[in-house]
């Protein structure tokens, strides 16, 4: 505050100044530990009621607590003067406090009735109590008095008046009879505030003598009774209609005071014949709704909590059929004072200003008194540095010793307000009431606040530090409250951390330190969703959430915003699982995950569904012969809509047992017209069907018979056809009984030859559903019908079905059979057909059996070999048989065939196939492998395919990086199968490939692979490296150079210094010296997998050579092409070109390491 600020001759301006300051002294906070070691003025905490009525059986009790620092004395006046507390044996005031206990056993009670006062001293002031009135409660005796039996006229109004004894407090009245039974109040007989019965009008059931009016005194529980009034209604002169008049209030208008915050009453009572409605309305406004009631059948009207708004005029209306009567309540609210801002406790340093203010409202407007130390302030001794204008007590500069304690009092006629409030003068160092180090914790984006609770006189100031070092000023994201308190509107993981706050004034300083950790949210990350379930089944809803790792979070389930129900529920990590679904489990399920700070929920429905119903009630009406009107009530859906009804029937005549589908209709009937067959003894049930399924069925209905009739349709499926040569068999599926219409059910045949002009012939049959004609033509047309006749008519005209006679063999064979070689694997061959007559049936076709009798080769042995058949359907004259073999010799024949077999064979033909290219050699194999030369060795190949004419050779090297050199030629004799190679090179794989080959050219290529043996001897040139001085002298520099790199780095390292070799070898590495694997010993540079691999499918034997495992190898695996075809100078088109041979783990390949050889050649 500014020590040097000028009066200004403004009091109102003076008074804005000084109130802008008291409001920080105001709301400093105080702790309750705090003050305990701090003088303090006497605080009145406890007091009894303004009026205090007492049990005169039990003592009075009057109650008066207070603290302070040193604890205050007490003392009490009665009636306004001293009351000596000690002289009284009957009065006890109880120790550590104020209140008085008053025994009053054996004494009169009225003597200790008045007006007492308690009175709270210590040395920093006085603090008094309400004046507090002790009366005691009374329950008089009802006033002796004789009551007149009443006769009234039946229809007149009547009042029964009770006047109850005045009692302390008043007593509740209530009507009964002599047996303790309450009489019936309704809108005809009420009662009113006052306690008098009216009637509206009397009839003749309310004559009785024993109306009797009691009196129930709350505080002594005593009820008193007045006596019965007898009431007598007579008719001998009623009363007519009436229109209504008013018994209570009188006339057209009355008034109401009611006081401020009390409940307004008010009471319409009317007479009228018939009895009237009351209804109420406010003139110019609204009744308050929220808090009117009405009571006493409408008659009483109360409005609760009343305020200034509540004044004006009401109006009571009371209506019958014969008119309307008004009366208006005038209500005036008035107002016992009350508080708009009671004065408060003030704690000032020495020399601050401060100010009381004692704000109250009332109506009429109340006196407002001071007092200070329970004096008031004219008879106060005087003080300079005080200053009073009216509600307001302004304290300027004050000294220490000055605290006191001011008492404001407020009046009016209607009532008065007291209250304390201290001032207490204090010079105190500041405090920090807030627990030091407190941990914060609050969700990102929500509010944070840091509280700096803090004590001092004067009032210390607060500043906050972040991180011990980052000043925090008021503005964006903070804010610092007057009462000290740090805000983070919204708090983001940054603003996590350590926060101080310092308390000062010019006594001291202090600091407390809290932290703030901001979390993340908790959050479900996926919800549970909308569950239909079929009841008997299990539910699954998921509730998967995230969270801040370091809070623990709980996760709860509720059905319907309750606990779930035992038993079925399991609740894991993050679902709930509800097994065997039942209807009771329906409803929203809600999952919510709580940690300490934050929760966040998700809620889901489920619907229980299970199969409707059966219907009921089903009834047949509309019956006619082939038609009759179904109706039923549906069954309940549970959840799931009916999408249909199935209507079954049961044929008790033909199929009793048997429910048979009749027909379906949407789900939304209830009603369905059937059509119906003669000759049935029908009974209908109903299923519905929802999503989940059907229903059980209905009960059947009724049973309905109808009536026969002659057949609606006639058999269906009819076939005819022969079985054997001259018959004809004719064949239908028969009706059943429900299409049978009736009894005697017969199927009259009838056949005849087709294109013939011939008349039907017929048969009846019964109980069959065929027929055999026997003696027919083979294989001729028909024309046949079947028609369904019963005891009541024949069916309608049945259609015509053709059909044939049975077949037989065929008689012919074909003729002029020519074959045409086409090549040496395929000839055609042709023929004339047979003629159709002579085929006795359907022709299917023609059948061409071939067979090899021998080869051409003069060497070839016969031998037997199947037959082979093809089968041309139709009507075809020609066909290709593909597949011969060459150089061969066959037989050939043809047979006609139709459903019966095959016709006679045709004469044989015999036709050669030319020569063609060979088969593959059997084998080669590489053998007697040295140096420079090699053999190999062959067979014939298994198919000659003609005059074999000699084999051809190629061969080519395969160095070490898999590329193929030049390709040699030779030809060979056809009596050859081995030949010996030389002027090979040494320790080299050769790849070998033998075709065989007649005049028509070569066969397919048989290929092999094989090394020459390794040159054992050394040449002169070569020495052993690791025995050259040369040698021997560099790998000692190399090593003493390592040993000086090691000391020179054990040295820095020593020193402090840092050599981060692996980085700077990272950095600069080489990429040509690379390590040796570890696995091969080979270089890196030359350790591709592929490279010095054995080729595809060779492997080391023991004897040197290189065979591989199978010889059916091609030169695709070796070339980019597929064919293996050479070109017309002799090379070989899939050369080598760079290409790497494929790995040699595939398939059953052999995995060995590298040869020698090829180890040998990777150093050349």
């Known amino acids: 505050m500014d020590r040097n600020r000028k009066w200004v001759p403004s009091f109102g301006a003076v008074l804005l100044i000084l109130l802008s300051h008291m409001t920080s002294a105001l709301e400093v906070p105080l702790d309750p530990k705090v003050l305990e070691g701090l003088p303090q003025p006497p605080t009145i905490t406890l007091q009894s009621p303004k009026d205090y009525i007492f049990d005169p059986r039990e003592n009075i009790v009057i109650h008066c607590e207070a603290k302070g620092k040193p604890h205050p004395s007490f003392s009490w006046t009665r009636n306004g003067t001293h009351f000596d507390v000690e002289q009284d044996s009957k009065v006890l005031i109880k120790p550590g406090s104020g209140t008085l206990v008053i025994d009053i056993s054996g004494e009169k009670a009225e003597a200790y009735e008045g007006t007492y006062q308690c009175t709270a001293h210590n040395e920093h002031g ?573 009960q059947p209905s009724s049973q309905y018979r109808t009536n026969p009739a002659a057949p609606d349709e006639n058999p269906s499926d009819i076939q005819c056809v022969g079985t054997k040569p001259g018959n004809l068999v004719i064949s239908w599926t028969s009706l059943t009984g429900f299409q049978a219409n009736g009894p005697g059910l017969e199927y009259k045949v009838q056949w005849r030859q087709k294109d013939m002009d011939e008349d039907w012939s017929s048969k009846n049959v019964a109980n069959v559903s065929q027929f055999v004609v026997s003696g027919t033509p083979i294989y001729v047309p028909y024309e046949v019908k079947v028609q369904a006749l019963n005891d009541y008519g024949s069916g309608p005209k049945p259609e015509v079905v053709i059909g044939h006679s049975g077949e037989d063999l065929p008689l012919s064979a074909p003729d002029s059979v020519q074959i045409m070689v086409t090549n040496s694997t395929l000839a055609e061959v042709q023929w004339e057909p047979v003629s159709l007559p002579s085929v006795r049936g359907k022709l299917q076709g023609y059948k061409v059996y071939y067979r090899r009798e021998r080869g051409l080769h003069d060497t070839e042995e016969e031998t037997e070999q199947q037959e082979q058949v093809l089968t041309f359907s139709g009507n075809r004259s020609e066909g290709r048989l593909p597949g011969l073999q060459p150089y061969s010799r066959y037989n050939l024949t043809i047979r006609v065939l139709n459903n019966k077999g095959e016709g006679p064979p045709s004469p044989s033909k015999k036709f050669d196939t030319p020569e063609g290219v060979p088969g593959p050699p059997s084998f080669l194999n590489a053998v007697n492998t040295s140096l420079d030369t090699l053999t190999l060795e062959w067979g014939p190949p298994r198919n000659n395919n003609g005059r074999l004419a000699g084999y051809t050779l190629k061969y080519q090297p395969v160095n070490t990086t898999n590329e193929l050199g030049p390709v040699k030629i030779m030809a060979l004799l056809a009596n050859e199968t081995t030949i010996t190679l030389g002027n090979l090179n040494s320790s080299m794989l050769y790849k070998f490939y033998l075709s065989a080959k007649t005049i028509k050219g070569s066969g397919p290529i048989i290929t092999e692979e094989a090394f020459t043996v390794m040159d054992t001897t050394v040449p002169s040139r070569q020495v052993d490296i690791a025995t050259q001085g040369w040698f021997i002298g560099l790998m000692c520099a190399i090593a003493l150079l390592i040993l000086v790199l090691l000391i020179v780095c054990f040295i820095k390292r020593n020193k402090g210094g840092k050599y981060p070799v692996k980085e700077k070898e990272d950095a600069h590495q080489d990429p040509e010296i690379q390590p040796m694997k570890e696995d091969d010993g080979t270089f890196g540079e030359y350790s591709d997998t592929e490279d010095h691999k054995p080729l595809k499918g060779s492997r080391t034997p023991s004897n040197g050579t290189v065979r591989r495992d199978e010889s059916d190898d091609s030169l695709v695996d070796y070339g980019e092409g597929g064919d293996g075809q050479f070109n017309e100078d002799g090379s070989f088109i899939g050369q080598y070109s760079g290409k790497k041979e494929k790995d040699t783990h595939e398939g059953n390949e052999s995995s060995e390491a590298p040869s020698p050889v090829n180890a040998m050649n990777s150093f050349v």
């Not at 007149?148 to 109004?157: D, H, L, N, W, Y």
């Not at 009351?278 to 909590?305: A, C, H």
């Not at 003030?346 to 130390?373: H, S």
């Open 126 to 698: 006085t603090a008094v109590s309400n004046s507090i009135v002790i009366r005691q409660s009374r329950s008089p005796l009802w006033s002796k008095e004789r009551n007149e039996a009443i006769v009234v006229q039946m229809g007149v109004s009547l009042v029964l008046q009770c006047r109850p004894p005045a009692g302390l407090p008043p007593p509740v009245i209530f009507w009964m009879d002599n047996n303790f039974q309450r009489l019936l109040l309704d809108k005809r007989v009420s009662q009113a505030l006052n306690g008098d019965l009216y009637f509206s009008n009397v009839l003749r059931e309310d004559t009785r003598s024993d109306y009797i009016c009691y009196a129930r005194f709350p505080h002594t529980q005593t009820i008193q009774q007045k006596q019965p009034i007898s009431v007598t209604v007579v008719d001998n002169s009623p009363e007519g209609e009436r229109r209504p008049g008013f018994m209570m209030p009188l006339g057209t208008t009355s008034t109401k005071m009611v006081l401020r915050g009390e409940t307004l009453e008010l009471e319409c009572i009317a007479d009228g014949l018939p009895t009237p409605e009351i209804s109420w309305q406010k003139d110019g406004g609204e009744l308050p709704s929220s808090r009117m009631s009405f009571y006493n059948f409408k008659k009483t009207l109360k409005v609760s909590d009343v305020n200034e708004a509540d004044g004006g005029n009401y109006r009571c209306t009371a209506t019958n059929n014969l008119g309307t009567l008004h009366h208006i309540i005038k209500v005036t609210v008035k107002a016992a004072p009350f508080w708009v801002s009671a004065p408060r406790n003030l704690i000032l340093a020495p020399n601050e200003t401060g100010i009381l203010t004692c704000r109250v409202n009332g109506e009429p407007k109340p006196k407002i008194t001071w007092f200070v130390n329970g004096v008031s302030l004219e008879n106060a001794p005087e003080d300079h540095s005080r200053k009073v204008d009216d509600d307001t007590v302004i304290l300027s500069n004050v000294q220490s010793g000055s605290s006191a304690v001011y008492q404001c009092n407020a009046s009016n006629e209607f009532g008065y307000l007291m209250a304390n409030a201290f001032v207490n003068v204090l010079a105190e160092p500041p405090r920090v009431l807030t627990p030091p180090n407190r941990v914060y914790q609050v969700i990102t984006n929500n509010p944070a606040l840091l509280h700096c609770a803090s004590f001092g006189s004067p009032i210390p100031t607060i500043t906050w530090f972040k991180d011990i070092q980052t000043s925090v000023k008021n503005g964006d994201p903070y804010v610092i409250h007057e009462n000290g308190t740090l805000e983070i509107h919204v708090a983001q993981p940054l603003n996590s951390g350590k926060y101080t706050c310092i308390a000062t004034n010019n006594l001291g300083i202090k600091e407390n330190h809290v932290y703030l950790e901001v979390k993340e949210p908790t959050r479900i990350l996926k919800q549970p969703e909308y569950k239909v379930v079929q009841k008997g089944m299990r539910a699954v809803f998921e509730c998967k959430v995230k969270h801040d790792p370091s809070l623990i979070p709980t996760m709860t389930w509720l059905k319907d915003n309750g606990e779930l129900p035992d038993g079925r529920f399991e609740v894991n990590v993050d679902s709930l699982t509800i097994n065997d679904v039942t209807d009771g489990d329906e409803g929203t399920y809600t999952c919510i995950m709580n940690t300490t700070l934050d929760q966040d929920s998700a809620s889901a429905m489920l619907t229980v569904v299970e199969k409707p119903d059966s219907p009921t009630d089903l009834e047949l009406t509309d019956q006619t012969e082939r038609s009759v009107q179904l109706t039923w009530i549906p069954g309940d859906e549970h959840n799931s809509a009916t999408q249909k009804f199935l209507i079954q029937y049961e044929d008790l005549l033909h199929q009793p047992g048997v429910w048979i589908n009749l027909t379906e209709v949407a789900g939304t009937s209830t009603t369905a017209q059937l059509n119906l067959s003669p000759y049935v003894y029908y009974s209908f049930r109903v299923l519905a069907v929802n999503h989940v399924g059907y229903s059980q069925p209905s």
